[in-house]
């Protein structure tokens, strides 16, 4: 079970922290995902975390969005800086196996378990 939380209402060019905890034993073995869906669009990958220390990224936010993940604690968080009106969408987690290959990790195929999402509004 994944539990999304952290988003909120933020001005243009301001930060949001979200953060994903995950339920089980083997959080360590899972690539963790980030997805967004903005209304009327389909869902889309924001980054992700392999379940060793590689991190990927959207074009959109390379730059402006980090993620991180501590096992200890199996939560998963996504660092988002810069933020523009056009960020503004639900934001899902998203884990799955760890031994996926990176092309599929890229999309919504490559993850089994979903939380339930989180709201990020931009303001302009």
């Known amino acids: 079970q994944l539990q999304a939380s952290g988003g909120g209402l933020v001005q243009d060019g301001g930060s949001l922290r979200l953060s994903c905890a995950a339920s089980?034993?083997?959080?360590?073995?899972?690539?963790m995902g980030w997805f967004r869906q903005a209304p009327g669009k389909e869902r889309e990958f924001v980054g992700g975390?392999?379940?060793?220390?590689?991190?990927y990224y959207a074009n959109s936010v390379k730059g402006r969005f980090a993620i991180s993940r501590d096992n200890a604690k199996n939560t998963v968080y996504l660092q988002m800086n810069s933020l523009k009106p056009e960020d503004t969408a639900v934001y899902y987690c998203?884990?799955?196996?760890?031994?996926?290959?990176?092309?599929?990790?890229?999309?919504?195929?490559?993850?089994?378990?979903w939380g339930q999402g989180t709201q990020v509004t931009v303001s302009s």
């Open positions: 975390h392999s379940r060793r220390t590689s991190t």
């Open positions: 089980g034993r083997s959080f360590s073995d899972y690539a």
């Open positions: 998203a884990a799955g196996p760890g031994t996926r290959i990176l092309s599929t990790l890229l999309t919504t195929r490559g993850y089994d378990y």
